[in-house]
């Protein structure tokens, strides 16, 4: 009887200890990924952000696409650039000389009867072949802008290279016939030509240099 009563005794005793002890166990952790740490284990490594390469990929070719149709000096060099800059700006003011022609409306600061652009431009050799010198002039920029363009400077073909040269002593060659017949002919010199005359002199004198320099691997040719 002693040794039952004992042993009832000790149950209870054993389900407190054996609850009391289950209590002090840290319960297992789940980690992020789905993975369970128990007693002495260490914790799953937190999920770290992967970098979003195809967004990155995407940018930079967004920045390369945007650099291959605006030109800069760093993505086509400072000669290339400085042309066609040059060839705008000639392309604007023979236009607009074009459509002061037309349009009879005059040049801007030369509307007196006596100023040498009207004396110029008035003359029977401001026409060739019954088409005023002005629209050559707009066609010789329009041509350039296209030649001297960033594509235009990367192709390697000695064609293009030729073609502008050509193009370049073309518009001088005609520019010095222009001047020829303002000093000496009409004896007057008007500034809106003399500005087209210095934007070809210098057009040409940089595109002559591009021409005889030693062929180095050019920023413009690089990066096609």
């Given at each position: 009887?002693?040794g039952s009563?004992?042993?009832?005794?000790r149950?209870?005793?054993?389900q407190?200890s054996?609850?009391q002890?289950?209590?002090?166990k840290p319960a297992?952790?789940v980690?992020?990924?789905?993975s369970?740490t128990?007693?002495?284990?260490?914790?799953?490594a937190?999920?770290?952000?992967?970098?979003?390469?195809?967004a990155k990929?995407?940018t930079v070719a967004q920045?390369?696409?945007w650099?291959?149709f605006?030109?800069?000096?760093?993505?086509i060099?400072?000669?290339?650039?400085?042309?066609?800059?040059l060839s705008?700006i000639?392309l604007?003011d023979?236009?607009?000389?074009?459509?002061?022609?037309?349009?009879?409306?005059?040049l801007?600061?030369c509307?007196a009867?006596a100023?040498p652009?009207?004396?110029v431009?008035?003359s029977q050799?401001?026409?060739?072949?019954?088409v005023?010198?002005?629209?050559?002039?707009a066609v010789?920029f329009?041509?350039?802008?296209?030649?001297?363009?960033?594509?235009?400077?990367?192709?390697?073909?000695p064609v293009?290279?030729?073609?502008?040269?050509?193009?370049?002593?073309?518009?001088?060659v005609?520019?010095?016939y222009l001047?020829?017949?303002?000093?000496?002919?009409?004896?007057q010199?008007?500034?809106?030509?003399?500005?087209?005359h210095i934007?070809?002199f210098?057009?040409?004198?940089l595109i002559?240099?591009?021409?005889?320099?030693?062929?180095?691997?050019s920023p413009?040719?690089?990066?096609?």
């Amino acid at each position: 009887m002693s040794g039952s009563k004992a042993s009832k005794g000790r149950g209870p005793a054993r389900q407190r200890s054996r609850q009391q002890t289950s209590a002090r166990k840290p319960a297992a952790s789940v980690s992020p990924a789905g993975s369970k740490t128990g007693l002495g284990g260490t914790a799953a490594a937190t999920a770290r952000p992967t970098p979003d390469i195809p967004a990155k990929a995407a940018t930079v070719a967004q920045s390369t696409g945007w650099r291959r149709f605006v030109p800069t000096p760093r993505s086509i060099g400072w000669l290339p650039f400085i042309t066609l800059v040059l060839s705008v700006i000639g392309l604007a003011d023979a236009g607009y000389q074009v459509y002061a022609h037309f349009a009879g409306t005059g040049l801007l600061g030369c509307s007196a009867k006596a100023d040498p652009c009207v004396l110029v431009q008035t003359s029977q050799y401001a026409w060739i072949f019954h088409v005023p010198v002005a629209v050559y002039g707009a066609v010789f920029f329009a041509f350039m802008v296209a030649i001297c363009s960033p594509s235009a400077w990367r192709r390697q073909q000695p064609v293009v290279r030729h073609v502008r040269l050509a193009a370049a002593v073309v518009g001088m060659v005609f520019v010095l016939y222009l001047i020829y017949r303002e000093l000496i002919s009409v004896r007057q010199v008007c500034p809106y030509c003399t500005s087209v005359h210095i934007i070809t002199f210098l057009i040409f004198a940089l595109i002559v240099y591009e021409a005889s320099a030693p062929k180095t691997a050019s920023p413009a040719r690089a990066r096609r």
